[in-house]
C-alpha cells in the first residue's frame, strides 16, 4: 500500500480545483430557475454513495479478505427498512404526524390571487357540518388583517365617546368658517350665523364631506355652538373632513379639498334641509348632491361571527353605516313611523305639510346586526353566496307615546309598560335621556329586528338636540332622510331596478373614494397592483419560510439575512384613478401601506429612492397624517 507522500508525488495524480461561486456548500446561492442550461441544478439521488460510503467502511474494518469475496445483501422492504431505522435510534414504533390535507382538497378550496375566498369556505363547512357557530379569523385575506385589530379596539372604545359626536366615515354637513352662531332669523325663517352685537351675517357656504379624522379632545355640548378653548391646535382638537366627490363619476379631485374644522361648523347631513332652506338647487355646492346620491345605501363593519344551521346562516357585526351615519352595537338609534313614505308628508305642491302625524316617538337600542344568508350556495365554481341576503338590526324598543298601539307597528302588540326613572338611566347608554319625557316598553320588553330603511339614525342626548335644532322633537330630519333615500334611488345607477338600498362592500366603494387622509384607498391602493406579493407577505407573517414566498414578497431580505431590495415606485396621482371602488375592504380607518407626507425637500423629484439614505429611526417614524395646511382650493 503507497505512503501519503508517494500518492502527492504521482505525476499521474490530476487535482481538479473547485470553483467556489458555484459551490454547492451554501443553500442561499444555489441558482434557481437558471437560463444557462450547464447549471439547470435538480436533486440528486444519494443511495450509490452511501453504499460506496458502507463499503469504504466495512473495508476499513476487515482490511483483510480473502479473494473472491464480495458486500452483498438481501431484499428488504421499506418497512423492515424504516423498523431497522427506528431500533437504531431507540424508538419502538413510529410517530405518526398529521398529514396536510391532499393537494386535491387544497385546490377545490375557492379564491384568487388575493387570497382565498373565505366567506364561500365558511359556507361550504357549513354545508359539510350541518352547524357552525365560531368566530371570523381571515389570517390570508388582507383587507381583515389591517383593519381586523383597529376596529376591535375601535367598537371597544366606542360607546364611552358621546352620540353627538361624528364619527370617521360619516357624512356630514359642514363649512370652513362660522362667525358667531347659527339662528333662526324670525323675519326670513333662514337660519343665519348671527354676530356678537347682534347682526345677521348671512348664510354659512355649506358643501357635504366625509369625516376621515375625529377630534382627539373630549367633545363637550357647547362644542356645538361654539368653539371653545382647546389644549391642542386645530389639526388635533378638530375634525378633519374632505369634500365629497361623485361616487358615480370618474373624478375623485374633490377629496383635495378638505379643512380641520372645529365641532360647530359641522351638522348631520340627514338634516340638510334646516340648514339649506331656501337655497335654490343651482347654488347649492355640487357636494351635496354626492352626499345625496349616497343615502339610499349601507355597508357593514368589522364582521365578527359566522353561525347557522344548512343552509341558512348569518355573519354577525359590529357596524353599519346607513345612509350617512354609522350605528354600533348599544346604540339608541330613532325609528321612524311604519309604512312612512315621503310622499305621504307632501302636499300636491310637493311642499312639506304643517299638521304631520303621526309624529316621531320610538327608539331602540341596538343589540345586535348581522347579514342573513338565505339558502346558502356551496358549490365552490358558483360567484352567488346565497339565494338571499338581508342585514338585520334588533334590540329593545322604546316609545315616547303612551297611545303607541294606536298606531299599526311591526312589533309584538303586548300592553305599553312605562318606565321608571332608573330604568330609563338602565336602558339607554346616552345621560339625560329622562329630559325627552316619560319612555314606555314596547312589545313586553322582547327583542325586536328591523331593517335599515326603518332606521333614520342616531339619537342624540337631548342636550345636543336641542342645541342642535332648537328642540327636543326626534323628527328633525325625518322628511330631509326620506326624500333623501328617494332621490337616491332615482339617481344612483348602482342600486338594482326595484331595491331600495344600494349595498356597499366597504364604505370606501359606498361613497365611491379614491383617497381617505391623503392616501390612495380602494382600487386606487398599491397592494391593488400587485396581490400575490401581498399574500407571500401574510404567509411570511404567518411563519412561512420558502424561498419563494421571500421572493415574491420583495422584501429586499432573505432567510438568511438582508439584503438590497427594490425601491418602492412613486406615489399614484389622481389621473391614475380611473374606477370607482369594486374591491372588498372590510373597515374603514385601516390605510393602505405608509406614504411618504408629500413635505420632502423640493430638489428630490429627479433623485433615485434607492440614493436616499434614511436611518432605522426615520423609517420607523409616525406619518404625520394631521397636519395644520387646509389644502388647495381646487376648481375641476
Avoid at 60 to 88: F, S, V, Y
Avoid at 136 to 162: A, C, E, G, S
Wanted: aromatic share 8%; net charge negative.
Amino acid at each position: 500500500m503507497a505512503s501519503e507522500s508517494e500518492t502527492n508525488d504521482d505525476p499521474n495524480r490530476v487535482v481538479i480545483a473547485l470553483d467556489h461561486s458555484r459551490s454547492d456548500g451554501n443553500k442561499a446561492v444555489w441558482p434557481m430557475n437558471n437560463s444557462d442550461p450547464r447549471w439547470d441544478y435538480r436533486l440528486r439521488d444519494d443511495e450509490s454513495w452511501r453504499i460506496g460510503l458502507a463499503e469504504m467502511w466495512v473495508k476499513k474494518q476487515m482490511p483483510i479478505q480473502e479473494e473472491g469475496k464480495m458486500l452483498m445483501a438481501l431484499c428488504r422492504t421499506k418497512a423492515e427498512m424504516e423498523a431497522d431505522r427506528l431500533k437504531a435510534l431507540g424508538v419502538e414504533q413510529p410517530v405518526k404526524s398529521p398529514r396536510p390535507p391532499p393537494r386535491e382538497m387544497i385546490q377545490e378550496l375557492p379564491g384568487d390571487v388575493n387570497g382565498p375566498d373565505y366567506w364561500k369556505i365558511h359556507v361550504m363547512d357549513l354545508k359539510k357540518k350541518g352547524t357552525v357557530d365560531e368566530e371570523i379569523d381571515h389570517p390570508f385575506n388582507l383587507d381583515w388583517v389591517l383593519t381586523h385589530d383597529y376596529l376591535k379596539d375601535y367598537f371597544v372604545r366606542l360607546p364611552l365617546q358621546p352620540a353627538f359626536v361624528p364619527r370617521i366615515g360619516e357624512v356630514v354637513l359642514f363649512t370652513y368658517s362660522l362667525e358667531g352662531r347659527l339662528e333662526t332669523n324670525t323675519e326670513t325663517n333662514v337660519v343665519e350665523m348671527r354676530a356678537e352685537d347682534g347682526r345677521w351675517l348671512g348664510m354659512p357656504e355649506w358643501r357635504a364631506g366625509v369625516v376621515t379624522q375625529v377630534s382627539e379632545e373630549e367633545s363637550s355640548f357647547l362644542d356645538i355652538v361654539q368653539e371653545t378653548t382647546k389644549q391642542q391646535p386645530i389639526s388635533y382638537s378638530g375634525f378633519r373632513v374632505e369634500t365629497l366627490p361623485d361616487p358615480l363619476a370618474d373624478d375623485k379631485s374633490y377629496s383635495l379639498h378638505y379643512k380641520y374644522v372645529p365641532l360647530k361648523c359641522i351638522k348631520p347631513f340627514g338634516s340638510f334641509e334646516r340648514w339649506l332652506w331656501p337655497t335654490p338647487r343651482e347654488k347649492l355646492h355640487p357636494s351635496i348632491e354626492n352626499a345625496m346620491t349616497t343615502m339610499a345605501s349601507y355597508s357593514l363593519l368589522h364582521k365578527v361571527r359566522f353561525k347557522g344551521t344548512w343552509p341558512n346562516a348569518r355573519i354577525g357585526c359590529k357596524g353599519i353605516y346607513i345612509g350617512p351615519e354609522l350605528l354600533a352595537v348599544a346604540d339608541t338609534v330613532r325609528l321612524k313611523p311604519f309604512g312612512l313614505k315621503a310622499e305621504d308628508m307632501e302636499s300636491s305642491q310637493g311642499e312639506l305639510k304643517s299638521d304631520l302625524e303621526p309624529p316621531l316617538n320610538d327608539v331602540m337600542v341596538i343589540e345586535a346586526i348581522w347579514l342573513e344568508l338565505g339558502d346558502c350556495d356551496a358549490d365552490p365554481h358558483s360567484e352567488q353566496l346565497a339565494r338571499s341576503m338581508v342585514p338585520f338590526i334588533a334590540g329593545k324598543v322604546y316609545t315616547r307615546d303612551p297611545h303607541r298601539l294606536n298606531r299599526v307597528m311591526p312589533f309584538d302588540p303586548a300592553p305599553l309598560e312605562k318606565l321608571t326613572p332608573k330604568e330609563v338611566d338602565d336602558a339607554f347608554q346616552q345621560v339625560g335621556m329622562r329630559v325627552y319625557g316619560r319612555w314606555y316598553r314596547v312589545a313586553a320588553g322582547k327583542t325586536c329586528v328591523v331593517t335599515p330603511g326603518m332606521i333614520l339614525g342616531r339619537c342624540y342626548e337631548p342636550e345636543a338636540t336641542q342645541l342642535h335644532f332648537g328642540t327636543t322633537d326626534l323628527d328633525y330630519d325625518l322628511h330631509g332622510i326620506l326624500s333623501g333615500r328617494r332621490y337616491s334611488v332615482q339617481v344612483d345607477a348602482r342600486i338594482p331596478a326595484g331595491l331600495e338600498f344600494f349595498w356597499g362592500d366597504n364604505r370606501v366603494e359606498t361613497l365611491g373614494l379614491a383617497t381617505m387622509n391623503g392616501i390612495d384607498v380602494g382600487p386606487a391602493a398599491d397592494q391593488r397592483d400587485n396581490p400575490l406579493r401581498w399574500q407571500a407577505i401574510l404567509r411570511i407573517l404567518k411563519g412561512s419560510t420558502s424561498e419563494s414566498d421571500y421572493r415574491t414578497a420583495d422584501l429586499g431580505i432573505t432567510r438568511t439575512g438582508p439584503g438590497p431590495g427594490r425601491p418602492r415606485g412613486a406615489r399614484k396621482t389622481y389621473s391614475a384613478v380611473s374606477k370607482n371602488s369594486k374591491l372588498v375592504r372590510t373597515g374603514l380607518g385601516a390605510m393602505t401601506e405608509n406614504e411618504d407626507s408629500g413635505e420632502g425637500p423640493s430638489n428630490t423629484a429627479d433623485s433615485d429612492p434607492s440614493d436616499m439614505d434614511l436611518s432605522e429611526t426615520e423609517l420607523m417614524a409616525p406619518i404625520p397624517f394631521r397636519e395644520q395646511s387646509e389644502g388647495p382650493e381646487y376648481v375641476p
